[in-house]
């Protein structure tokens, strides 16, 4: 079954330092996010993206964060100059959309996250 | 988003059925509801989604009642790999917000 992989699986990096994690959706997938979950917390939603920008973020996701879909396969998610608190398990997800009537209901498929700390 | 109102936690025996209730009183007519698990150290993983139909797939069955303020994720069968943190969401869009979920433990 295809799934979407997440690279690096721990990333350990110095506050104020820039990080980006990457993340391969499935391939035929059009809909791609990130959420993160702090340790011992519940999952948040950050971003999605689709066709190419931002289709809806949250507030967590301010002007430190950006993604880009660089090419047919990669997604990823950068953060500028870190902060102890951004240190937290980041997952990718992707779905293909499907529309039946008004509503949505395509799930989610989501990657293993990456594992940020910032000392 | 609407809300959902899940137990914070819940114990079943190994290889017995487990029901998961959820409760969504304020959901739309346009809402659908879906299941989430995160097993331990893993991301989410989709279980299950309806409408108003009850459903079922090969991880799990999904009752839904018939005024569709209330739903049950029902484990047919619970193994220990089914301990896990179960989210019950509702949505209408493409966005999937997940609250504290019921974290269910297996007995062996």
């Known amino acids: 079954e295809p799934e979407v992989t997440q690279t690096p699986s721990h990333q350990v990096t110095q506050m104020g330092q820039e990080v980006i994690l990457r993340c391969v959706p499935i391939?035929?997938?059009?809909?791609f996010y990130w959420y993160r979950q702090i340790l011992g917390q519940k999952v948040e939603f950050l971003v999605s993206f689709y066709n190419n920008e931002i289709s809806e973020k949250s507030e967590i996701f301010d002007d430190q964060f950006s993604v880009e879909r660089p090419d047919g396969s990669n997604f990823t998610l950068k953060i500028r100059s870190t902060k102890l608190e951004d240190s937290a398990m980041y997952f990718c997800?992707?779905?293909?959309?499907?529309?039946?009537?008004?509503?949505?209901?395509?799930?989610?498929?989501f990657g293993n996250g990456t594992r940020l700390t910032v000392t | 988003d609407a809300k959902t109102t899940q137990p914070n936690s819940m114990e079943s025996n190994e290889e017995e059925p487990v029901h998961l209730p959820c409760n969504h009183s304020?959901?739309?007519?346009?809402?659908?509801i879906h299941w989430y698990r995160q097993l331990p150290s893993q991301g989410p993983e989709y279980v299950i989604h309806?409408?108003?139909s009850n459903v079922n797939n090969r991880m799990a069955s999904l009752a839904i009642a018939e005024d569709r303020k209330s739903s049950t994720l029902i484990l047919h069968r619970a193994t220990l790999r089914d301990a896990a943190v179960y989210y019950c969401?509702?949505?209408?869009?493409?966005?999937?917000?997940f609250g504290k979920g019921t974290r269910l433990h297996i007995l062996p």
């Open positions: 391939s035929n997938h059009l809909y």
């Open positions: 304020t959901i739309s007519g346009t809402d659908y």
């Open positions: 969401i509702l949505t209408r869009d493409d966005k999937i917000i």
């Open positions: 997800a992707s779905s293909e959309p499907t529309f039946v009537g008004q509503g949505y209901s395509s799930p989610l498929h």
């Open positions: 309806g409408l108003t």
